[in-house]
């Protein structure tokens, strides 16, 4: 492929030439020697479940050893990939539900409530007393979350019980009595305690358990709602009482936020717990003084991937990119260092930070990398922590060779910030204007865009043309993860971006003074766009599938993002997906998610490689819906 059909971003082509020059290897060249990809993994044809294998199915062979075919290999395959996208989801989760509970307790100092407000509001989903002092409230709500990683009853989660809408949870009652009426096997939809669900992932995927798809995929629908209405929510929720509820501000985007007189750090990887304590020390008027003594004017802190879209909904720091940009960041030459913890961190980044003066620094005892310089993160020491790394980046500053200083200059102005309370507060209190714009058909409906960038597709080509198509069609774009990211980085978030949508939803966004594209955070913060479904589905007493909405992520590469396709359609949102996932090889998987489940669960998925086509299709799909409204 041609340099001009990798990216549609100009920093990119930029630093894709330097890289050619240069010979930086990137991930578009390791994608060249992989091509072309073995078949039976593309088509989810291969299983490697046990050692009387591997098998590979093909018209010749289409049993593997055990005698497993093509439709329970597929699905295997494909809810394995669900497990451990919704385990990265919920990990985090846990992580945060840990921390908020030891700050409830009193044992962590590094840590406070930050918004009572928020706390108070989650308290009273769970009927818990609002009036007692707020570190009891505090406890009470950490116990509800943790216990939702832990119970062994059969009782559905507590999060996806307090806010997943009422008419949705009938829906997922009445599936599993259809399906246990129909097949005679129960089959489960509501989950019950989110590692119990990953784990029964994995124990039905073991030779011979589970072999049928049906059966399988109905257990990853369970674990992506563990995800979406458990593991991800409860990130989202408690890290907004620890940190803050996002609310509207401007940010600066792309890789011309690199700042050549000062010290840039880049946070990278997806944990708040780590990203807030790094800014917070670096913008410490200690660290400020030392980034002086060696000559800097400054630290400037700037993120790639969720944790930077986590920083800057809250604080509004500056993102260097999408998860394409990390090797391309490093190439930049200005950066002293690249601190990470978990999720979507090329393992090429150690050997190419060697390049260069930067010091690439991994900090979770869940994540190691070759050639990282370690600085274990521990949140009780973490202001601690913060400043060695923040020390380490200071010191590196000396070492930069300025010979190799490439900064692009492209940085665009973004809006962002939009958590659902700042839009009910946009609103003026209350979805109704929200609503009625939609009735009105000033807004038709609503698409969520989410997920990542993938080499196989032209780099933030696929997201910006269908935000372009749909909000020429007077569809309002929200949205999250590396999606959102690229919309910033296109200009797609600022109020000018108004002048680009049709012009009931321009009239809209007029008056309540917004972009047409909404920045709702990180991936865990898909949990923002169920609840702000369950709050329009409750205000009007419909199941979500009823509301016209439609959800997308068209430059998917991550097993997260299999999780969170599958919440959605499991919430009763039409999902599209591109590039196609691994599941070709099975006409009966196929069938069942892109036909079997719409009478189930009202969501489906469907697949489409051009945007146009795309925007066209959500459309069709939204006018559908809004006639039955
Ligand atoms: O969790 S969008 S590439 S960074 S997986 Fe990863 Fe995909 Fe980006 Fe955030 Ni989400
Ligand atoms: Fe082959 Fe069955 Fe073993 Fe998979 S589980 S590797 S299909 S024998």
């Given at each position: 492929?041609?340099?001009?059909?990798?990216?549609?971003?100009?920093?990119?082509?930029?630093?894709?030439?330097?890289?050619?020059?240069?010979?930086?290897?990137?991930?578009?060249?390791?994608?060249?020697?992989?091509?072309?990809?073995?078949?039976?993994?593309?088509?989810?044809?291969?299983?490697?479940?046990?050692?009387?294998?591997?098998?590979?199915?093909?018209?010749?062979?289409?049993?593997?050893?055990?005698g497993?075919?093509?439709?329970?290999?597929?699905?295997?395959?494909?809810?394995?990939?669900?497990?451990?996208?919704?385990?990265?989801?919920?990990?985090?989760?846990?992580?945060?539900?840990?921390?908020?509970?030891?700050?409830?307790?009193?044992?962590?100092?590094?840590?406070?409530?930050?918004?009572?407000?928020?706390?108070?509001?989650?308290?009273?989903?769970?009927h818990?007393?609002?009036?007692?002092?707020?570190?009891?409230i505090a406890?009470?709500?950490?116990?509800?979350?943790?216990?939702?990683?832990?119970?062994?009853?059969?009782?559905?989660?507590?999060?996806?019980?307090?806010?997943?809408?009422?008419?949705?949870?009938?829906?997922?009652?009445k599936?599993?009595?259809?399906?246990?009426?129909?097949?005679?096997?129960?089959?489960?939809?509501?989950?019950?305690?989110?590692?119990?669900?990953?784990?029964?992932?994995?124990?039905r995927?073991?030779?011979?358990?589970?072999?049928?798809a049906?059966?399988?995929?109905?257990?990853?629908?369970?674990?992506?709602?563990?995800?979406?209405?458990?593991?991800?929510?409860?990130?989202?929720?408690?890290?907004?009482?620890?940190?803050?509820?996002?609310?509207?501000?401007?940010?600066?985007?792309?890789?011309?936020?690199?700042?050549?007189?000062?010290?840039?750090?880049?946070?990278?990887?997806?944990?708040?717990?780590?990203?807030?304590?790094?800014?917070?020390?670096?913008?410490?008027?200690?660290?400020?003084?030392k980034?002086?003594?060696?000559?800097?004017?400054?630290?400037?802190?700037?993120?790639?991937?969720?944790?930077?879209?986590?920083?800057?909904?809250?604080?509004?720091?500056?993102?260097a990119?999408?998860?394409?940009?990390?090797?391309?960041?490093?190439?930049?030459?200005?950066?002293?260092?690249?601190?990470?913890?978990?999720?979507?961190?090329?393992?090429?980044?150690?050997p190419?930070?060697?390049?260069?003066?930067?010091?690439?620094?991994?900090?979770?005892?869940?994540?190691?990398?070759?050639?990282?310089?370690?600085?274990?993160?521990?949140?009780?020491?973490?202001?601690?922590?913060?400043?060695?790394i923040?020390?380490?980046?200071?010191?590196?500053?000396?070492?930069?060779?300025?010979?190799?200083?490439?900064?692009?200059?492209?940085?665009?102005?973004?809006?962002?910030?939009?958590?659902?309370?700042?839009?009910?507060?946009?609103?003026?209190?209350?979805?109704?204007?929200?609503?009625?714009?939609?009735?009105?058909?000033?807004?038709?409906?609503?698409?969520?865009?989410?997920?990542?960038?993938?080499?196989?597709?032209?780099?933030?080509?696929?997201?910006?043309?269908?935000?372009?198509?749909?909000?020429?069609?007077?569809?309002?774009?929200?949205?999250?993860?590396?999606?959102?990211?690229?919309?910033?980085?296109?200009?797609?978030?600022?109020?000018?971006?108004?002048?680009?949508?049709?012009?009931?939803?321009?009239?809209?966004?007029?008056?309540?003074?917004?972009?047409?594209?909404?920045?709702?955070?990180?991936?865990?913060?898909?949990?923002?766009?169920?609840?702000?479904?369950?709050?329009?589905?409750?205000?009007?007493?419909?199941?979500?599938?009823?509301?016209?909405?439609?959800?997308?992520a068209?430059?998917?590469?991550?097993?997260?993002?299999?999780?969170?396709?599958?919440?959605?359609?499991?919430?009763?949102?039409?999902?599209?997906l591109?590039?196609?996932?691994p599941?070709?090889?099975?006409?009966?998987?196929?069938?069942?998610?892109?036909?079997?489940?719409?009478?189930?669960?009202?969501?489906?998925?469907?697949?489409?490689?051009?945007?146009?086509?795309?925007?066209?299709?959500?459309e069709?799909?939204?006018?559908?819906?809004?006639?039955?409204?």
């Open positions: 492929r041609e340099l001009k059909d990798l990216s549609i971003d100009p920093a990119v082509l930029d630093i894709l030439s330097l890289a050619k020059q240069k010979n930086y290897e990137t991930v578009w060249d390791r994608l060249e020697r992989q091509s072309p990809h073995c078949k039976f993994g593309s088509s989810g044809l291969c299983c490697r479940n046990c050692v009387m294998g591997p098998c590979r199915i093909t018209e010749k062979t289409p049993k593997g050893v055990c497993a075919d093509a439709a329970t290999i597929v699905a295997r395959n494909l809810i394995r990939a669900l497990a451990a996208g919704a385990a990265a989801h919920s990990d985090h989760g846990r992580a945060v539900a840990v921390l908020f509970n030891e700050v409830a307790q009193g044992k962590n100092k590094d840590y406070q409530i930050a918004d009572e407000a928020k706390l108070k509001s989650i308290a009273e989903k769970f818990i007393h609002t009036s007692q002092d707020i570190t009891s406890k009470e709500v950490a116990r509800v979350a943790l216990e939702d990683f832990g119970k062994q009853d059969e009782k559905a989660l507590n999060f996806l019980e307090a806010y997943a809408p009422q008419k949705r949870k009938e829906t997922w009652q599936v599993e009595e259809a399906l246990f009426s129909q097949t005679g096997k129960k089959m489960g939809i509501l989950p019950r305690n989110i590692d119990r669900e990953i784990t029964e992932c994995m124990h995927t073991h030779m011979g358990v589970d072999n049928q049906l059966s399988l995929l109905v257990q990853g629908v369970r674990t992506a709602l563990a995800d979406g209405w458990g593991g991800s929510l409860i990130a989202t929720e408690l890290q907004d009482v620890l940190f803050g509820t996002p609310d509207k501000k401007v940010i600066k985007a792309n890789l011309g936020v690199l700042k050549e007189d000062q010290v840039n750090i880049i946070v990278h990887g997806h944990e708040p717990i780590l990203s807030e304590q790094v800014v917070a020390a670096a913008m410490s008027p200690e660290m400020q003084e980034a002086k003594e060696v000559g800097a004017q400054g630290i400037n802190v700037a993120g790639i991937c969720c944790t930077a879209n986590e920083v800057l909904m809250r604080l509004g720091v500056p993102v990119g999408n998860m394409i940009h990390q090797e391309l960041a490093i190439m930049t030459g200005v950066v002293e260092a690249m601190v990470v913890d978990v999720q979507c961190i090329f393992p090429s980044l150690g190419l930070a060697k390049c260069f003066h930067t010091k690439f620094i991994s900090t979770s005892d869940r994540a190691a990398f070759p050639e990282a310089v370690h600085i274990q993160f521990d949140e009780h020491h973490a202001r601690e922590v913060a400043q060695k923040v020390e380490t980046a200071i010191e590196a500053f000396k070492e930069r060779d300025p010979q190799k200083v490439h900064i692009p200059q492209e940085v665009e102005e973004a809006v962002v910030g939009f958590s659902v309370e700042e839009i009910i507060k946009i609103l003026g209190g209350s979805p109704k204007p929200l609503v009625d714009a939609i009735l009105a058909g000033k807004i038709k409906g609503v698409v969520g865009i989410v997920g990542c960038n993938n080499p196989k597709i032209k780099h933030d080509a696929f997201h910006i043309s269908l935000t372009k198509e749909l909000i020429k069609k007077d569809i309002l774009v929200i949205g999250t993860g590396c999606w959102a990211i690229a919309a910033a980085k296109a200009g797609f978030m600022k109020l000018d971006a108004q002048a680009l949508a049709g012009e009931g939803l321009k009239e809209v966004c007029k008056a309540l003074d917004i972009p047409p594209v909404l920045h709702m955070g990180s991936c865990v913060d898909c949990s923002r766009m169920l609840v702000l479904a369950a709050a329009l589905a409750d205000y009007l007493k419909v199941d979500i599938s009823d509301l016209p909405l439609v959800g997308s068209p430059e998917w590469t991550t097993e997260k993002a299999v999780s969170i396709g599958t919440y959605f359609v499991a919430s009763g949102v039409p999902v599209h591109w590039p196609m996932p599941i070709g090889g099975s006409e009966e998987v196929v069938g069942i998610l892109t036909e079997g489940v719409k009478d189930l669960l009202g969501g489906y998925f469907f697949i489409e490689e051009d945007p146009v086509k795309t925007a066209s299709r959500m069709r799909i939204i006018m559908e819906k809004r006639k039955a409204f």
